[in-house]
């Protein structure tokens, strides 16, 4: 298996508070995953492109590969339902055959060969949430000896048609099967959405200790209204959530809509900064190969990226909420991103502010780079005063750093 105690690891299992040791998902995963934008959508027929098929995953991964998105972290190609066929003859799991003729082997070598890695999906139940065969409580072990025989990267073991019980036995074991396989796969549990997201249901400690990131809550749809409802649960808890995530463990608040049909450009930036700030994973959920040059900036931006990565893996919180809001994330090297989020559906919003309103240390300079038009602001005292201006449904967001050996003592700042 993956887990070799020793004195060190023992050592780093009473400092982390007992987490899942197998060494994935440092920072959050970035990647493409097939669901929100193409469904159950199984007629190849009629819709050879967009069908749920092994043509439609080899053409995203070519356009992760070549259009600049593997370079920038983006490595998963995410399978979601609708790919299984059935069992063989000895119960193990088979791909659809005409959808997926040479196999999920294949399909992860081809992902390979790229420089990408492969995920897929099944369901701790009797049937996927589309109807699939699932993973029963018999199978768990036959299942994860099958996927990390094709070579998977990452798992996503859904909860319809279980029960509680069957759900609580389930997922520690499908992650105990998984480490014994001796191949490392990333395993994603949504087992947390289907028991109402909250302790004392849901056991996060327990989570944290089997899966490397949880859905903790409703399915992401096409409309702003969706990312909205996702983010006032995740804020509205976030006493509870925010200290779960950490290396190797994050909370999920599902799929990016960039790209897609739902939300204006505004929206789109909204909900790029905002689940940055959640440190959430990255998993876009659109057509890699008619996305606008303007989609592909939200999604490609470096600072942004730089931000959800962050090494620390600190999830940051809403903290100030009025007319508008602000979000804060901790970073390495004393820095911090700041989101300003406006709900207004009016017009521009001026929100006047300073840093030390926002509860920053007095008499500490910083400089500010805007994280979209790249505009930088030098020596911004604590105490100063500006003005920011957030469009409708629009964020503006700061990488703050802190300026280092500043020759001034808060003595003289202060005369
Ligand atoms: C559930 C999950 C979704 C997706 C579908 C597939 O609703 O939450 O993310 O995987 O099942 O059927």
């Given amino acids: 298996g993956l887990l070799r105690p020793s004195g060190m690891f023992l050592l780093a299992l009473v400092a982390q508070g007992l987490t899942l040791e197998n060494g994935l998902l440092r920072t959050p995963p970035m990647g493409w995953l097939a669901w929100e934008r193409f469904r159950c959508n199984i007629h190849c027929d009629e819709d050879p492109k967009n069908c749920i098929s092994e043509r439609l995953f080899m053409e995203m991964a070519d356009r992760l590969a070549q259009d600049g998105w593997r370079d920038l972290g983006y490595?998963?190609?995410?399978?979601?339902?609708?790919?299984?066929?059935?069992?063989?003859?000895?119960?193990?799991?088979?791909p659809d055959s005409k959808r997926f003729p040479r196999g999920i082997a294949f399909l992860a070598d081809y992902a390979h060969s790229l420089g990408l890695k492969l995920g897929i999906y099944e369901d701790m139940g009797n049937m996927t949430c589309m109807g699939f065969p699932g993973t029963t409580l018999d199978t768990v072990e036959l299942d994860a000896q099958t996927f990390a025989g094709w070579k998977v990267d990452m798992l996503k073991m859904d909860g319809c048609f279980s029960t509680s019980e069957e759900r609580?036995?389930?997922?520690?074991?499908m992650s105990a099967a998984l480490n014994a396989t001796g191949r490392p796969i990333a395993f994603s549990c949504s087992w947390p959405a289907y028991e109402g997201g909250l302790p004392p249901k849901v056991n996060y400690t327990l989570l944290a200790n089997i899966c490397n990131l949880w859905r903790n809550y409703d399915d992401i749809q096409d409309s702003w209204n969706s990312v909205l409802s996702i983010l006032d649960w995740f804020v509205k808890h976030q006493d509870i959530l925010q200290p779960l995530a950490g290396p190797g463990h994050w909370n999920d608040p599902d799929m990016l809509l960039i790209g897609n049909f739902g939300l204006s450009f505004e929206e789109s930036r909204s909900q790029m900064a905002l689940w940055t700030m959640l440190a959430a994973p990255l998993f876009m959920s659109t057509d890699l190969r008619t996305i606008t040059p303007q989609n592909m900036d939200i999604l490609q931006n470096p600072l942004m990226i730089k931000i959800n990565q962050d090494p620390l893996g600190i999830q940051g919180r809403r903290i100030y909420e009025v007319l508008e809001e602000v979000y804060k994330r901790p970073l390495t090297n004393e820095a911090s991103a700041l989101v300003f989020f406006s709900r207004r559906t009016d017009m521009p919003y001026h929100f006047h502010t300073s840093l030390a309103k926002l509860n920053f240390p007095r008499a500490k300079v910083y400089d500010a780079q805007n994280i979209f038009s790249g505009e930088i602001i030098s020596g911004l005292w604590s105490e100063n005063n500006f003005t920011v201006v957030i469009n409708p449904s629009g964020v503006v967001m700061w990488y703050l750093n802190p300026v280092k050996n500043m020759d001034i003592s808060e003595t003289m700042y202060q005369l």
């Fill in 168 to 173: 609580a036995q389930g997922y520690p074991k």
């Fill in 75 to 94: 490595v998963y190609l995410n399978i979601d339902d609708c790919w299984i066929g059935g069992r063989d003859d000895k119960g193990r799991l088979v």
